[in-house]
């Protein structure tokens, strides 16, 4: 017995001395890997701040990365309906204006609802980006846009007569009912079918409201792939359905349906001439309009030409 407890505490010794040499071991470990005290601490680069930064330039850089990629893989970045170029049996494009005053264009245009109103308000939160023309080469600031959407006539005028700067209130949605818009009327072989594919949309001031210049104004163009983007989440960007509240659409679905009525201004040709200045169409305006609706059932025929073979 008296054997049994020296064999049991002789285990108990050699497992305390062990224990207490593992101790010594990590201690002598952490006093060499730390620092001496008087080592001085490097200093870190100060981070840039945000603000240094525009916030249009950043989204452009971003936007113009973005679009290199797409088209390296070989689709259209302005496209919301990916089709691949090697796809693509037959292209057109198509300078369309809408009047959003028509009766066929009322549910893009209901009291509070404007689509105009939509894309304005979504410029000034700084959610959309706004751009000086339809080759989306320059973006506006949001400076530039609150200009031109004020409303001459409500402008403060000086001493001399001359409007000040910063007085003037935006125009009401009601008043931006001209839209423009180009798309690319593609036929995609491994769907076999054709697409209407709108790539940017540009808004405008009547004549009739402008004041100062009296002719038809542009005020930005916007690309409608951030359109679609920006506009599903907003309550009061829809088709209005005035004949079933239930049946209200996405304005997205409603563009897809072709729930509107449009006017072709412009066709690709070799002169990148709008209709109105060719000179067999120049002659009146009966003239230019019966060549666009000639343009668009030519279209339309074209459309159904390819099932014929």
Same mark, same amino acid.
């Not at 007085?167 to 001209?178: A, T």
């Not at 690319?184 to 697409?195: A, C, E, G, T, V």
């Not at 409603?254 to 009525?261: E, G, I, S, V, Y």
């Given at each position: ?56 330039? =950043? ?41 959003? =005053? ?88 491994? =769907? ?45 960007? =829809? ?71």
């Amino acid at each position: 017995m008296k054997i049994r407890l020296s064999f049991v505490l002789l285990l108990c010794l050699l497992g305390a001395a062990s224990m207490a040499q593992q101790g010594k071991r990590k201690k002598g470990k952490k006093n060499v890997t730390e620092a001496p005290a008087s080592a001085e601490p490097v200093a870190a680069a100060p981070p840039v701040p945000e603000a240094v930064v525009d916030p249009v330039a =950043r989204s452009m850089d971003s936007l113009r990365r973005e679009d290199s990629v797409v088209w390296a893989s070989g689709y259209d970045p302005l496209s919301v309906r990916k089709v691949h170029v090697s796809d693509i049996m037959y292209k057109m494009q198509v300078w369309r204006v809408l009047d959003l =005053r028509e009766k066929c264009n009322q549910p893009l245009f209901a009291k509070e609802n404007q689509i105009t109103k939509a894309i304005v308000d979504e410029v000034n939160a700084g959610r959309l980006i706004a751009f000086a023309k339809d080759s989306l080469t320059r973006p506006l600031s949001l400076a530039e846009f609150k200009e031109k959407v004020v409303d001459p006539s409500s402008m403060q005028m000086d001493a001399d007569g001359n409007p000040i700067p910063g007085s003037g209130l935006p125009f009401l949605p009601q008043n931006l009912y001209v839209l423009k818009f180009r798309e690319n009327l593609l036929f995609d072989k491994q =769907r076999s079918r054709f697409y209407y594919d709108i790539q940017t949309v540009t808004l405008f001031i009547p004549a009739e409201f402008n004041t100062i210049k009296g002719t038809e104004t542009e005020v930005a163009s916007f690309r409608y792939k951030d359109l679609v983007r920006v506009f599903k989440n907003m309550p009061t960007a =829809r088709w209005y359905n005035f004949q079933n509240r239930a049946e209200d659409k996405k304005v997205a679905d409603a563009m897809d349906l072709r729930l509107f009525c449009s006017r072709i201004i412009k066709i690709s040709n070799p002169k990148d001439a709008m209709i109105e200045d060719m000179p067999e169409y120049n002659t009146s305006d009966k003239a230019i309009l019966i060549a666009s609706q000639k343009y668009e059932y030519d279209l339309v025929a074209k459309e159904n030409e390819v099932w014929d073979y």
